[in-house]
């Protein structure tokens, strides 16, 4: 057989970077949730006992910045010093000035256009993928890193491992097997494991424990055979950690599968196509797969400040298209509106809170069951 092994990285709700991305996200929701026409583009980074927000914020919403970071913060398990940061301790700075007036106009008109008017709000390229290779149409190697990366903080904050803390990392590596374009997943090879947890647990105990709640409830039996290799190492978290919003833009995706156009998701609000192009465009390739007409696909969606209309749309199903990529091309077209104002209606994407997009900043953006992650919903493409 024609095989290759391939390695996909997950982390978790509580690694410094993801904590980072999650208070983006989470001021994003409030903003959002008040005034659906905010205007947002905004950072965060920590070190140690410091969290740090910057960027530019337009909006009515009465935002208290602070109390977000906190209860962020806390939410994901950072409640002392000696897990690396301190939530109602912390020194939180933060500094927010408003989109220009120039880059309004630009893109909004001063928010007097419609939506089918909008302009992109930066320029830059997406990319959407999928794949036959499971039900939720993702890459087996990463879905499964995201997996477990999940389980690992549901066994700590449910207390089945108490001992664990809240910065976790995943690595699964898959051995595939090649049919034409098409990839199927044979076997898991190799599982990593890292985590922070309490000083006085042992190695032996912690590989014994993370096998048995976090990998064997997650990766498939038929995945596992006694040449899996599986690896349990330490972490520590914000003390030696810095964090910063979308450093972990493969996570985000396709866990190295596809293709990423290199900009960062969280805490932008639709104008902003780094996410909303992505999303439409992982739309588009899922929807190919799904409807039959490839086993894989991936879509790129290119755009420029100030144009609603796409600079460039391409599609390749890896040669395992039912019908010519350009014939596909035409129906995605003829069924996506790719105008950044069109996105964020059709994908109800100017909807914030209730965790709404907060939810998206830690394991992974796509191939999620969940009705807020709407551009995971399928159009079925009929070819002519």
Known sequence: MDTFLFTSESVTEGHPDKLCDQVSDAILDACLEQDPDSIVDCETCTKANLVTVIGEITTKAKVDYGKIIRDTCRGIGYSSTELGLDADHCEVLVNIDQQSPE?????????????????????????????????????????????????????????????????????????????GGAVVPIRVHTILVSTQHDEAVSNEQLSRVLNKHVIQPVVPSKYLDDKTVLHFNSLRGPHEDAGLTGRKIIVDTYGGWGAHGGGAFSGKDPSKVHGSGAYIARQAAKSVVASGLARRCIVQVSYAIGIPEPLSVFVDTYGTGRMADREILQLIKKNFDFRPGMIAMNLDLKRGGNFRYQKTAAYGHFGRDDPDFTWEAIKILKAK
């Open 103 to 179: 880059l309004a106009e630009i893109v909004h008109g001063n928010f007097t256009k419609k939506p089918e008017e909008i302009g992109a709000g930066d320029q830059g390229h997406m990319f959407g993928y999928a794949t036959d290779e499971t039900p939720e149409l993702m890459p087996l190697s990463h879905l499964l890193a995201n997996k477990l990366a999940a389980k690992l903080t549901e066994v700590r904050k449910n207390g089945t491992c108490p001992w664990l803390r809240p910065d976790g990392k995943t690595e699964v590596i898959v051995e595939y097997q090649k049919e």
